[in-house]
């Protein structure tokens, strides 16, 4: 059993910032890419932003330069420091592994079940 759990959702003022944590747990042989996903009322989930095993990050052009993915990999920790929040990154965020059990040996994608982020005055 693999189990992802986020916390750190909240409500902050326009430009604010939030910390997103996930930690991934149980029987983990391999992450292979650790990553942040978001998904907005009447909206498709989008990647915000990943990590890999390497090092490798990626973010979507809307969040550049505003939010910072980050990891603790001996952990099965990983981190996204979102600043100079924005009423559209209003959203349940999700984190998501891609990663290898020790159990059966299979690679998959595990899902966190969510966190709602809301930025409002």
């Known amino acids: 059993q693999v189990q992802l759990v986020e916390s750190g959702g909240g409500l902050v003022q326009p430009g604010g910032s939030l910390r997103l944590s996930c930690v991934a747990s149980?029987?983990?042989?391999?992450?292979?890419?650790m990553g942040w996903y978001r998904q907005a009322p009447g909206k498709q989930r989008e990647l915000v932003a990943v990590i890999s095993s390497g090092g490798t990050t990626n973010y979507a052009e809307s969040i550049k330069g505003r939010f910072t993915i980050s990891r603790d990999t001996p952990n099965n920790y990983w981190y996204l420091q979102m600043d100079s929040l924005k009423p559209e990154d209003t959203a349940v965020y999700y984190c998501?592994?891609?990663?290898?059990?020790?159990?059966?040996?299979?690679?998959?994608?595990?899902w966190g079940q969510g966190t709602q982020v809301t930025v409002s005055s």
């Open positions: 149980g029987s983990i042989a391999y992450l292979y890419s």
């Open positions: 998501g592994a891609d990663l290898r059990t020790s159990v059966s040996l299979r690679r998959s994608d595990y």
